[in-house]
């Protein structure tokens, strides 16, 4: 770490570090974005090894964080100690940095346990107790939180320091405080610190840090309250605490007299005017070599040698084959002079005789007997599994899941059967090619007609030729920036794979139905209505491993009745899939007799690779596709905090096999373009959508601004929720909130909140518990 010792910093130990420029607009409204950042890939850079790279950071960061540190301590410890500590910390935690957090925010949460620590360190000191203890004081008489424990955020409502609960009757034991300090200074052959406000000491160390992020250092305040790993809410009160508390001793020293409450401009000016006023002082001259030999052992110190316990163990008492007696009495247990460890050390070297294995053995089999017996019992008690072979839906939405989402992609041919309201039929063949990015291509054989999804631009691209002969044209239709409206950026499925992508929500939909195993033909070119019903309840489980040259196939048969007609229709939805593989094998819809739409799978097959251009098809030379745009962009997920969005909210939980595939956001909405809610609530505004996928099942987490009206929202969703229930969330980011959530039609879950200044949704293919759950992970 050579360059951290010899780069700029070291050169400025010399001189007071400059302080962080502060802006003086309006505090209602200049927006909040906090200091300028470094790049993310200078951290990347320092995480390799480079030593360059972090002699940077630290220069950067040294400026804001000197104040920082000093702020917090108030006089009380070494802040060249406590920064110096946070330096050597960041540069251990470098492996553990992630790319999705702003390094600024990262080294400020690094910095205030520093200094917290250092407060430990200064209120443990044996001649600061005894000067308290001289003055009639002790640490709890004036200390606003235990230093000691770090659950204060999660309580609620945080700890809330009341500035008018302080009469003047406090006035003597604050006296008496200061003049124990006063004691412990004179002790240790210092001056006084009167730098700071009177009743800066007076906060915790949470609201000093609070009040240097927000009103010195310009940061929002959930990005201040996220670093120091607090809600909202209790750090908005305890902000405004501190504020008034600056601005009373304000009052007294200036005669400056603000009105109002914590947030207007007065207020907020004259605590950022006394926070200004506290000089820092420089850094100790030996401060930077001292931080870069400490970075040097850090670099080159060498692992520390595992240990053998049973080596030594042997090296120190070796083993020797058969009993030998001692050839001296030693003393026993209880005796006088007895050594327990060369107790245990002759008993190591003793030979134990044989024992009857044949009779343990026997016991040991009876009792793995006795165990089979209560396990399989106890399976057939609670299993969802009854005599007949059936199965709860629920059961199997899991292992259908996972067969659809087999392998990196997949190509389904199908058959789809339309009906029509007089009877007819209309049949065409289908091909499907799906990603496991959500990526996805339907192409029907037999005519010139493609749509494609390309997941990593947000495209959707349609190319067909429409009629026949001299009258054919060639079309082109490229959909960017997709918004279903409903809230998330998707687009909007064809079929096919719309009915093919439900089919787990479906079976996690009909719950406790219980589903039968069938045996059908493999000509699956016919509708399968009830005579096709063969349940075989002697021998269901020997058809588990059919022939696959048998002119049967074993399934799993699924009715559902749903009002999925175009205009609210009930419909019978039933769903076939192979109980070998777990894929489906067809999906059918029918209004009473009639056919409405019918789905026959008639191959799948997992692929490594597909071509290049398989999900963003090319365009004719002559022909210019029609343009829509919903304004949305893809990027990377550590790229937002550079995009000015904050850090992105991620969750901590999600169900197996679900991986992050899309980060898409949007500042403001095209022209034209509707709010969520049908165009009920305000305009979407700084969106932010991160798109998780296990083969064709998705599930999206969105956040958007809130706006001035919180009141004004609804349900962001296109349709009513079904079974709509209510929780407050108990942890994460949203921790206190209280969230909405239910279901759509087809049984996939859609959740919403307001929070402070954002609105949530989290929506998919996931259970109602799952999405509380996951709202519950965010971070």
């Known amino acids: 770490m050579t360059a951290a010792r010899d780069s700029s910093p070291a050169a400025a130990s010399s001189a007071p570090d400059p302080a962080p420029q502060r802006s003086t607009a309006s505090a209602s409204t200049r927006p909040r974005s906090g200091p300028s950042e470094v790049p993310v890939a200078l951290v990347v850079a320092a995480r390799k090894g480079d030593p360059a790279a972090f002699a940077r950071i630290i220069e950067h960061w040294n400026p804001h964080l000197r104040p920082f540190v000093h702020h917090i301590l108030a006089g009380e410890g070494s802040t060249d100690r406590a920064l110096s500590a946070a330096y050597v910390r ?60 770090d659950t204060w955020a999660d309580r609620p409502g945080g700890l809330q320091l009341s500035i008018d609960d302080h009469s003047p009757a406090d006035a003597e034991p604050e006296s008496a405080i200061i003049e124990a300090r006063n004691l412990i200074e004179l002790a240790g052959g210092t001056v006084p610190d009167t730098t700071f406000p009177p009743g800066w000491r007076r906060l915790a160390p949470d609201q000093r840090a609070l009040a240097v992020m927000v009103d010195l250092e310009d940061y929002r305040v959930d990005d201040a309250a996220a670093a120091l790993d607090a809600g909202v809410e209790p750090a908005t009160n305890r902000l405004s605490s501190a ?28 605590a950022r005017a006394t926070l200004a006023e506290i000089p820092i002082p420089p850094a100790d001259p030996d401060f930077w070599s001292m931080l870069g030999r400490r970075l040097l052992a850090e670099r080159d110190a060498p692992a520390v040698p595992s240990i053998d316990p049973m080596a030594r163990l042997a090296k120190a008492h070796p083993a020797e084959p058969g009993f030998k007696p001692n050839k001296h009495l030693r003393p026993l247990p209880g005796d006088p002079g007895y050594d327990p460890v060369q107790g245990l050390a002759d008993q190591a070297d003793r030979a134990k005789p044989r024992r009857p294995w044949r009779r343990v053995g026997i016991i040991a089999a009876v009792l793995v007997v006795v165990a089979a017996c209560v396990g399989v019992a106890v399976w ?12 709860a839906a629920s059961e199997l939405a899991g292992p259908v899941g996972t067969a659809m989402a087999a392998g990196p992609y997949r190509q389904v041919s199908t058959i789809v059967t339309e009906g029509d309201s007089a009877g007819g039929t209309d049949e065409r063949q289908v091909d499907l090619t799906v990603a496991n990015d959500g990526s996805w291509a339907v192409t029907e054989t037999g005519v010139i007609d493609q749509t494609t999804y390309d997941s990593s631009a947000g495209l959707v691209r349609r190319v067909a030729v429409i009629g026949t002969g001299e009258d054919a044209d060639v079309v082109a239709a490229d959909t960017e920036g997709l918004s279903a409206g409903a809230p998330d950026p998707a687009p909007t499925l ?15 939909l009909a719950d406790d139905q219980r589903v039968s195993r069938t045996t059908i033909p493999r000509d699956l070119g016919r509708s399968v209505d009830d005579s096709d019903d063969e349940t075989d309840t002697d021998g269901a489980e020997s058809n588990e491993g059919a022939d696959e040259d048998s002119d049967d196939l074993t399934v799993w048969r699924l009715t559902h009745d749903l009002p999925s007609g175009d205009q609210g229709e009930e419909e019978r939805w039933t769903v076939l899939v192979d109980s070998n593989t777990s894929l489906p094998v067809q ?16 191959g799948w097959e997992t692929v490594t690779e597909v071509p290049g251009d398989a999900f963003a098809q090319p365009v004719p030379d002559d022909v210019t596709p029609s343009v829509v745009s919903s304004g949305f962009i893809s990027t990377e997920l550590a790229a937002v905090p550079l995009l000015g969005r904050g850090e992105a909210v991620t969750p901590g939980w999600l169900p197996e096999g679900f991986d992050l595939e899309v980060v898409a956001v949007r500042a403001d909405p095209p022209a034209g373009a509707s709010g969520t809610a049908g165009g009920a609530n305000p305009a979407d505004e700084d969106v932010l959508s991160l798109g998780f996928q296990r083969g064709p099942e998705r599930i999206t987490v969105t956040t958007r601004a809130a706006g001035s009206d919180h009141a004004a929202w609804q349900s962001p969703f296109a349709a009513p929720l079904v079974d709509p229930r209510e929780r407050t969330l108990g942890d994460g980011r949203f921790n206190g909130a209280r969230a909405e959530a239910g279901i759509d039609l087809y049984g996939r879950a859609q959740l919403w909140l307001v929070s402070g200044d954002t609105v949530l949704t989290v929506s998919g293919d996931l259970t109602v518990d799952d999405a509380f759950r996951l709202a519950t992970s965010l971070r």
């Open 243 to 270: 504020r008034r508390l600056l601005a009373r001793d304000r009052t007294n020293s200036v005669g400056f007299e603000p009105t109002g409450t914590p947030e207007t401009d007065a207020l907020v000016a004259a």
């Open 587 to 602: 999906i059918e819809r029918t209004q009473g007799e009639r056919l409405v739409r019918r789905i026959t799978v008639v």
């Open 380 to 391: 057939v008690g609670t299993s969802e599994r009854i005599p007949d072979g059936s199965r």
């Open 90 to 149: 960041a540069y251990r935690a470098l492996p553990r940095y992630r790319a999705e957090r702003k390094p600024g925010l990262w080294l400020h949460r690094i910095a205030y346990l520093a200094a917290t620590d250092e407060l430990r360190r200064v209120r443990r000191d044996p001649a600061r107790r005894r000067a308290l203890a001289d003055a009639g004081r002790t640490d709890a008489d004036h200390d606003e939180i235990d230093l000691t424990d």
């Open 494 to 508: 064809p079929t096919p794979l719309s009915e093919i992508s439900l089919v787990p929500s479906l079976f996690r």
